[in-house]
């Protein structure tokens, strides 16, 4: 069915949208998804995902925590009329938030030029500025410090206003040691939770 963010908006939650790149960090999403669908109250997920991104969780892990995953395949679905939604602008009018957790090399350089080639992009490149956006990025050491990189956060920082978070420096899955590994995942959800002062479920007033 497909989305209208008028319609799967609901009064008085949080619209957190997390977008996963082809980082190995991305084992972390359902992680992320469950701690805040299950943690907080008044909140909502969305997940929208690079192609690489799925090779490193299960859309099905997503989906039991009770979000959906959107593809390149639900942009395109091969038939179009005027008047139809266009996903990644429903999905960018739905977000409070949109978390990059984690944002790749290649899409770190792609945002920071402007490229909307697939839903994530061309979600990023849609956003309203007013929408608070942070990346994580997580790539390997030498991505990291490869002199490109510099400049691409710099850009994103500097020119396109949004907030970067990390990396980190820890024991990278790549069997190399050194700075690249995306902030902890409970780190990057206190995030949205001290942004939006979300409440723990356990401290709901009973009926
Ligand atoms: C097993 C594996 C792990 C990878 N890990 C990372 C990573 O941690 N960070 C990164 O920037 N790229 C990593 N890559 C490379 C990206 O997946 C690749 O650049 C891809 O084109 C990213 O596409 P996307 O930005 O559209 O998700 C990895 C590739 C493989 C095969």
Known sequence: MAFIAANARRPDHT???LITTGS???IKAPLIVKELLNQYSNVLVEVVTTKSSLAFYKKEDVEKAGSQVWTDEDEWTGTYKIGDPILHIELRRWADIVLVAPCS???LSKIAHGLCDNLVTSLMRALSPSTPTYLFPAMNTLMYEHPLTAEHLRTIKEIVGYSIIGPIGKHLACGDVGVGAMTEWKDI???VVD???LSPKSAQPGP
Do not use: I
Request: aromatic share 6%; glycine share 0%.
């Open 195 to 197: 942004h939006f002062r």
């Open 24 to 26: 190995v960090a991305s």
């Open 189 to 191: 959800v206190q995030v």
């Open 105 to 107: 090399a290649n899409t």
């Open 15 to 17: 619209h957190v949208l």
